[in-house]
Nanobody, 117 residues
Framework: QVQVVESGGGLVQPGGSLRLSCVVS????????VGWYRQAPGKQRELVAD???????NYADFLKGRFTISRDNGKNTVYLQMNSLKPEDTAVYYC???????????WGKGTLVSVSA
């Protein structure tokens, strides 16, 4: 059974940093596009950043260069480095792994990021 497990969330002060990790227990992980999404209380889930199977990256406009997504295929892991965190970044962050050729899509259960003084 495929598992997508996020970790690294927590409480951080404004201006601080966190690194989220997403481990996908799936063979041929390198063939999956992986995205980080977030959902704040009372809001819709939104894309934060994604990285394709060949390493192409895409970021939400609101980030303004504060976050960086990367992947380590040897560890079946995608990272989200978050810097200069703001209170409005507070949300549950979810990892999504997609293999469009196989028609597969998997979601993790999320990790909570709270930015507060």
């Amino acid at each position: 059974q495929v598992q997508v497990v996020e970790s690294g969330g927590g409480l951080v002060q404004p201006g601080g940093s966190l690194r989220l990790s997403c481990v996908v227990s799936r063979n041929f992980f390198s063939l999956y596009d992986v995205g980080w999404y977030r959902q704040a209380p009372g809001k819709q889930r939104e894309l934060v950043a994604d990285i394709t199977s060949i390493g192409g990256t895409n970021y939400a406009d609101f980030l303004k260069g504060r976050f960086t997504i990367s992947r380590d295929n040897g560890k079946n892991t995608v990272y989200l480095q978050m810097n200069s965190l703001k209170p409005e970044d507070t949300a549950v962050y979810y990892c999504n792994a997609v293999n469009r050729r196989r028609g597969e899509e998997f979601w993790g259960k999320g990790t909570l990021v709270s930015v507060s003084a």
